[in-house]
T-cell receptor, first 115, second 112 residues
């Protein structure tokens, strides 16, 4: 257990529905990252926060995706109008946030299945 | 875009033998590397890291080797145990940012 928690662990939804995932990072970590992982592939970067500021977004993060970290602690990732192609594991990671190239510690992930 | 790849998608070893997992990267600006272990249904777990000013780093039963000339990274696991069975990813990041790029992964199976 790295100290990063994610909820829910599993989510099944119908196409067109909205879903929201939550990530609680390690308490003293200022940076929080979201990745997406499809079956048989490595994680792909989506976005990251330094405290409450969203500093970088991947082109993978379409307009249907939005992430927030309102108080600089937990973060939420919302997917609107889900599509079957959104089915994946959504991983959250955190790091200290004091410099570049920091070790990122991952949570257990939220597995999304869109029917 | 970034390209981080692995030479072998699967690896089977006998319990007690040593394992070597390889990884190639393409971005010469990459200078921080991490090996992660991912068990089924879990998130990636940090194993060991190395920066580009080193060519070898050792942990408990694991050693990472970095060859910057040929952009190659390897993970050596000594006395492989059944609990080592998992998918192993190398991840790299350039000196300009915080985004990690992951390879496809190697699935390690330890045969008792």
């Amino acid at each position: 257990d790295t100290g990063v928690s994610q909820n829910p662990r599993h989510k099944i939804t119908k196409r067109g529905q909205n879903v929201t995932f939550r990530c609680d990072p390690i308490s003293e970590h200022n940076r929080l990252y979201w990745y997406r992982q499809t079956l048989g592939q490595g994680p792909e970067f989506l976005t990251y926060f330094q405290n409450e500021a969203q500093l970088e977004k991947s082109r993978l993060l379409s307009d249907r995706f939005s992430a927030e970290r309102p108080k600089g602690s937990f973060s939420t990732l919302e997917i609107q109008r889900t599509e079957q192609g959104d089915s994946a594991m959504y991983l959250c990671a955190s790091s200290l946030g004091t410099g570049l190239q920091e070790t990122q510690y991952f949570g257990p992930g939220t597995r999304l299945l869109v029917l | 875009g970034e390209s981080v790849g692995l030479h072998l998608p699967t690896l089977s070893v006998q319990e007690g033998d040593n394992s070597i997992i390889n990884c190639a990267y393409s971005n010469s600006a990459s200078d921080y590397f991490i090996w992660y272990k991912q068990e089924s249904g879990k998130g990636p777990q940090f194993i060991i890291d190395i920066r580009s000013n080193m060519d070898k780093r050792q942990g408990q039963r694991v050693t990472v080797l970095l060859n910057k000339t040929v952009k190659h990274l390897s993970l050596q696991i000594a006395a492989t145990q059944p609990g080592d069975s998992a998918v192993y990813f190398c991840a790299e990041t350039p000196n300009t940012g915080n985004q990690f790029y992951f390879g496809t992964g190697t699935s390690l199976t330890v045969i008792p």
